[in-house]
C-alpha cells in the first residue's frame, strides 16, 4: 500500500484563523466615557508626577482604562476560506438553520433553509453589485485591490542575494562532471577488457 500526501492544501489549513477585536462606539458609550472623564479630578495626577512624561504617560493609561471598561468590545473570528459577502445576519441564520436541523422539526428546517439561500443569494447580488461600481469608477487603486481579491493575488518575496549565491553554488556543484570531460585535456577513459 502506497500513501500519496496530495500536493494541493485546503485553504482553511494553509493559515490559522485571524481573531480581530474591535470597539463598538455607540453614541450611548461615548456619553457614558465623557461623564467619567468630565467628573474626573486631573489635579490628582499632576500633583503625584514629577515629570511631563510621567504625567503625559499616567493620564494617557488613565484614559485606556476608562475606554476599556466603559466602551463595548466586539471579538470576531475571520477564517482563511471566508467570503466577502458572507455577512453577519448569514452567519446568524446559518446558526439558525443548523439548530433547526438538530431539532429535527422539518418544517422549521425547511424555512430556515429557505431564508438562508434567500438571503446567500441576495448578498452575492449586492456583493456583485459593489465590485461592480470599483470597476465603473475612475480608481485604479480600488479597481487592483478588487482584483487581487478576486483572483487571490499575493505578491511573492522579492529574492535575496543569498538566494542567487545558492542558485550560482549549485549550478557550480552539478556542472562539476561536465567542466571534467569539456577541458582541453580530456582525462584518458579507463580501459576496457575483452
Not at 504625567?55 to 463595548?72: A, K, L, M, R
Not at 482563511?80 to 443548523?98: C, G, I, M, V, Y
Request: proline share 6%.
Amino acid at each position: 500500500m502506497v500513501h500519496l500526501i496530495p500536493a494541493y492544501r485546503q485553504k482553511l489549513k494553509l493559515c490559522k484563523p485571524v481573531v480581530r477585536t474591535s470597539k463598538k462606539w455607540t453614541s450611548e458609550a461615548v456619553g457614558e466615557l465623557q461623564g467619567c472623564l468630565d467628573c474626573t479630578d486631573w489635579d490628582v495626577f499632576r500633583s503625584t508626577t514629577n515629570s511631563l512624561d510621567e504625567y503625559t504617560d499616567t493620564v494617557s493609561s488613565y484614559i485606556y482604562f476608562c475606554e476599556d471598561n466603559i466602551i463595548p468590545s466586539c471579538t470576531r473570528v475571520s477564517y482563511n476560506n471566508d467570503k466577502p459577502w458572507f455577512t453577519a445576519n448569514l452567519r446568524r441564520l446559518r446558526s439558525e438553520k443548523e439548530a433547526a436541523f438538530r431539532s429535527g422539526d422539518k418544517g422549521k428546517y425547511k424555512e430556515a433553509k429557505y431564508r438562508f439561500s434567500e438571503e446567500v443569494r441576495r448578498a452575492k447580488t449586492e456583493h456583485g453589485e459593489r465590485m461592480k461600481q470599483q470597476f465603473q469608477t475612475n480608481d485604479s487603486a480600488s479597481v487592483w485591490k478588487g482584483l487581487k481579491a478576486i483572483t487571490n493575488y499575493k505578491p511573492r518575496a522579492p529574492h535575496s542575494v543569498n538566494d542567487l549565491r545558492l542558485a550560482n553554488s549549485l549550478n557550480e556543484y552539478y556542472c562539476r562532471f561536465e567542466r571534467q570531460w569539456n577541458s582541453p585535456d580530456p582525462p584518458n577513459p579507463p580501459p576496457t577488457s575483452y
